[in-house]
């Protein structure tokens, strides 16, 4: 039986995760590789990360990521 972690994230934790994704946006790098960074920093997965932007953090402060059909694929961050 494997043992899940119940560990509550902190402020710092969302405004680090909150920081990477702006960052990697901006710059034109995959989401994923800010979750990856982020959770090596703080201790949690990639997909504690992921799972944490996508059910938190994004839905609570009106940011939204944008796909565009570029050439490269280019993805974006707009703050509402």
Known sequence: MALHRQVLWTEKEDDLL????????QTG???????????LQI????????????QEICAFTNVEIIFENTDNNSIGTSFL
């Open 43 to 54: 201790g949690r997965s990639m997909l504690e990360c992921k799972f944490r932007w996508e």
């Open 29 to 39: 790098l995959p989401l994923l590789a800010a979750f990856e960074q982020v959770g």
């Open 18 to 25: 909150f920081e990477a994704v702006s960052r990697f946006t």
